[in-house]
């Protein structure tokens, strides 16, 4: 079965940075589109930024310069990089991957999120 660990979120003043990690494991074909995704309270869940399989990315605007995404191909993991964070980026932020775990059958799957919370 496949599973999608994150890892990284906490507590960081505003100005401060943190680091999530995302990596897949189980039995499948292969892994196309990578991404973060995050929910604050109230609000929907949003795009934060994402990754093909060639590493070409897209960020939301509210984070472009701050945020950079990246993956290992080799281990499976997805990284975002949170610079210069604000309160406003609070939030629980989600894993996504697409994966095929055949040649023809792709889902979609979720990490189960990890809090960031941007306070003093």
């Known amino acids: 079965q496949v599973q999608l660990a994150e890892s990284g979120g906490g507590l960081v003043q505003p100005g401060g940075s943190l680091r999530l990690s995302c990596a897949v494991s189980g039995k499948f074909f292969r892994i196309t589109n990578m991404g973060w995704y995050r929910q604050a309270p109230g609000k929907q869940r949003e795009l934060v930024a994402d990754?093909?399989?060639?590493?070409?990315?897209n960020y939301a605007d509210s984070v472009k310069g701050r945020f950079t995404i990246s993956r290992d191909n080799a281990r499976n993991t997805v990284y975002l990089q949170m610079n210069s964070l604000k309160p406003e980026d609070t939030a629980v932020y989600y894993c996504n991957a697409q994966i095929h775990t055949t040649i023809s059958l792709r889902n979609v799957y979720w990490g189960q999120g990890t809090q960031v919370t941007v306070s003093s």
């Open positions: 990754i093909n399989s060639s590493g070409s990315s």
